[in-house]
Nanobody, 124 residues
Framework: QVQLVESGGGLVQAGGSLRLSCEAS????????MGWFRQAPGKEREFVAA????????YYTDSVKGRFTISRDNAKNSVYLQMNSLKPEDTAVYYC?????????????????WGQGTQVTVSS
């Protein structure tokens, strides 16, 4: 059974950085786009970033452009989210997700497998 396991969350001061990692089990990791979503308390889960199967195409929500970078290493079955210049409004549980195909989307329906999430808290 394929699973996604996130790590790297924690508490950081505003302006700081964190790097989230997501490792997938299974041998077909490179066949899928991957993405990151986040959910703050009392809010809907929202799209953060996505990357195509090859890593050649990346997409970001406007609020993180220029601050976050998504990348992947297919040899390690892993996807990463480098988060710089963090703001208190970035506080949320961050979820790794596997796409339903090779092309990255930005809707929840574009992703069919989810990790359990990792907490990111940014203090002011």
């Amino acid at each position: 059974q394929v699973q996604l396991v996130e790590s790297g969350g924690g508490l950081v001061q505003a302006g700081g950085s964190l790097r989230l990692s997501c490792e997938a089990s299974g041998r077909t990791f490179s066949n899928y786009a991957m993405g990151w979503f986040r959910q703050a308390p009392g809010k809907e889960r929202e799209f953060v970033a996505a990357i195509s199967w090859s890593g050649g195409n990346t997409y970001y929500t406007d609020s993180v452009k220029g601050r976050f970078t998504i990348s992947r290493d297919n040899a390690k079955n892993s996807v990463y989210l480098q988060m710089n210049s963090l703001k208190p409004e970035d506080t949320a549980v961050y979820y790794c997700a596997r796409g339903v195909g090779v092309v990255a989307g930005s809707n929840r329906d574009d992703f069919g497998l989810w990790g359990q999430g990792t907490q990111v808290t940014v203090s002011s």
